[in-house]
């Protein structure tokens, strides 16, 4: 865990918190998007020279627009975002509690290849506790676009926030680039890591604990 790595050159993350989308990003429905990317992704296949009449190309271009829409980028559009039910915290319980090893696949969005790694996540309630599963959920949702780490953690974070009313947030991400592995420099053994502390967090008591439980 203790391996750090700069993702590329070239590594440069937008400036703001929310993933870069055009105003009109959801006029056009599912099924027409799939069916434009579908279009497109054939031309790209094309150009590459391969062969669209082989058996196992022909059907390529509408698997990969039918993944890239209901599957690895639906995150991008906010009726895929997970509903949260919260529910009193009964018990005033206020201690750490944590989510670890939740698995994660996200997308560089500089070169469109997988990010793969783990996320690991806590609060301090307050007057509200939610469901464990939706804290997998909530990282998902926020994974299932292109993304830079960084802004990917800082939206787990900042989404946790908001949805469970506490500051007293932690969000660890150790994820491999395969922009840094199978390109580029071709290095298999760097990952990276990021984070984000707020509320009590920030202070380092809390914030080892965390780290303590996260690096068992």
């Known amino acids: 865990m203790d391996n750090f790595d700069i ?5 440069v993350g937008s400036s703001s918190l929310h993933t870069p989308l055009r105003e009109d990003a959801f006029k056009l429905t599912d099924d027409v998007k799939i069916e434009l990317i579908e279009k497109h992704f054939r031309e790209i296949m094309h150009v590459l ?30 009726v895929n975002k997970p509903a949260a039910k919260l529910f009193e915290n009964r018990f005033n319980y206020n201690q750490m509690l944590v989510e670890r090893d939740i698995t994660l696949y996200s997308y560089c969005e500089h070169h469109f ?3 793969i790694g783990k996320a690991h996540v806590a609060y301090i309630p307050d007057k509200h ?7 997998n959920r909530i990282v998902q949702y926020y994974a299932r676009r292109p993304q830079v780490q960084e802004r990917l953690t800082m939206q787990i974070a900042e989404e946790l926030k908001s949805m469970l009313f506490t500051e007293n947030v932690a ?4 994820a491999d680039h395969l922009c840094v592995m199978s390109r580029g420099v071709n290095d298999v053994s760097s990952s990276t890591i990021t984070a984000e502390y707020s509320g009590l967090f920030q202070q380092e008591q809390y914030r080892n604990e965390f780290l303590n439980y996260v690096r068992k």
């Open 129 to 135: 506790v939610v469901g464990l599963s939706k804290l």
């Open 49 to 78: 020279g391969l062969d669209l009449t082989d058996d196992s190309l022909q059907g390529t271009p509408h698997r990969v627009a039918k993944m890239y829409v209901n599957e690895i980028f639906k995150g991008l559009n906010p």
């Open 171 to 174: 969000v660890f991400i150790e």
């Open 7 to 11: 993702e590329s050159e070239d590594h």
């Open 113 to 115: 290849v997988p990010i």
